[in-house]
């Protein structure tokens, strides 16, 4: 699954960027969100038996400089991840 993840989000001209690639452990990526001024970065990690995602997002905004807010989620395959990415992205609470 994370070469999957790895293969969809290195495209040219790819929204994503700091894409990070450890073979078969982790895929970390980050994406500009410029809506409301934040940062997600999103970690991909297969731990043992399961695959685990988390999302982590910061301000843009030099002043703040805590994360604003995050998540897990056990994901089963890539499109349950795409799924909760959708979801954690628009969630503007």
């Known amino acids: 699954m994370l070469r999957e993840?790895?293969?969809a989000i290195s495209t040219r001209d790819s929204p994503y960027h700091n894409i990070y690639y450890l073979?078969?452990?982790?895929?970390r990526f980050s994406i500009n969100d410029d809506r409301i001024g934040r940062v997600i970065t999103i970690s991909v990690r297969n731990e043992g038996d399961k695959y685990v995602a988390y999302g982590f997002e910061k301000s843009q905004i030099?002043?703040?400089t805590t994360t604003m807010r995050q998540?897990?989620?056990e994901v089963k395959n890539l499109e349950d991840?795409?799924?909760w990415f959708n979801y954690y992205c628009n969630?503007?609470?």
């Open 62 to 64: 030099q002043a703040i």
């Open 5 to 7: 993840l790895f293969k």
């Open 91 to 93: 969630d503007m609470s």
């Open 71 to 73: 998540s897990m989620k």
């Open 81 to 83: 991840f795409w799924k």
């Open 23 to 27: 073979t078969d452990t982790e895929v």
